[in-house]
């Protein structure tokens, strides 16, 4: 069973790539401000999550 999750996530890894990767490097970041640059990368990630959850419970 191990064994099968993880060539699941292997395999799922693939989708993230191609269909969230493209999305991540469109963001609008400031680039040379750090610090704003990391709360605009954290909010994205934690906004991705936070749906995810919900639609998890659902």
């Known amino acids: 069973m191990l064994f099968s999750a993880f060539i699941f996530g292997l395999l799922g890894s693939f989708h993230c790539v191609g269909m969230c990767g ?15 640059k990391t709360f605009q990368i954290f909010l994205y990630h934690f906004g991705r999550l936070l749906a995810y959850g919900i639609i998890g419970l659902a």
């Open 22 to 36: 493209p999305i991540a490097f469109l963001l609008p970041v400031d680039r040379e401000n750090n610090l704003k």
